[in-house]
């Protein structure tokens, strides 16, 4: 077989499943003074721009990359935003952040707290975001994102697929 090792499994699947604690997950919020923070490709200032966090909202951190975070959006898109413009939540910092813990993504955001109200945002899988309002069956919730007039989108997510990961 030219040197090569097959192998072969005959009926046996070995699936495993990885659940990771909200603990694990990092918060930020973006503090630019006016415009949204330029979210990158690559971490430095002369990288392609991806898409736009909004002041205020909040961004989940995947890893540190000398001044720049590497970050997930609400929409899924993943890239980098400087730190100067990130501030990391604790549990001590008073805006709460929780983790979006679907089993698939995306999670609806909708207009009012009931599961009959229109759809007008979505969050991904593993993305943060910004709880403006804690609720048991429903938290108000900030995306990182506009809608098509440039208004940050507010509404409301299940509070069962989200954990806040900042609480005290």
Request: aromatic share 6%; glycine share 8%.
């Amino acid at each position: 077989m030219n040197g090569m090792i097959k192998v072969l499994s005959l009926g046996l699947l070995l699936i495993a499943t990885v659940t990771v604690p909200a603990w694990a997950y990092e918060c930020g919020v973006v503090i630019t003074h006016r415009d949204p923070l330029n979210i990158r490709e690559n971490p430095n200032q002369t990288a392609k721009q991806i898409d736009k966090a909004f002041k205020g909202s909040t961004l989940s951190i995947l890893e540190i990359s000398g001044t720049w975070y590497k970050v997930k959006l609400n929409n899924g898109k993943m890239g980098y935003g400087s730190r100067d413009y990130i501030k990391k939540l604790t549990p001590k910092s008073h805006e709460k952040c929780g983790i979006v813990m679907t089993k698939e993504s995306p999670l609806n955001i909708r207009l009012n707290a009931n599961m009959t109200s229109p759809i007008i945002g979505l969050a991904s899988k593993n993305s943060a975001l910004r709880i403006s309002q804690i609720g048991k069956t429903w938290h108000l919730v900030m995306l990182n994102h506009t809608d098509k007039s440039g208004d940050i989108i507010l509404g409301y997510a299940m509070s069962d697929f989200v954990s806040i990961i900042n609480e005290q």
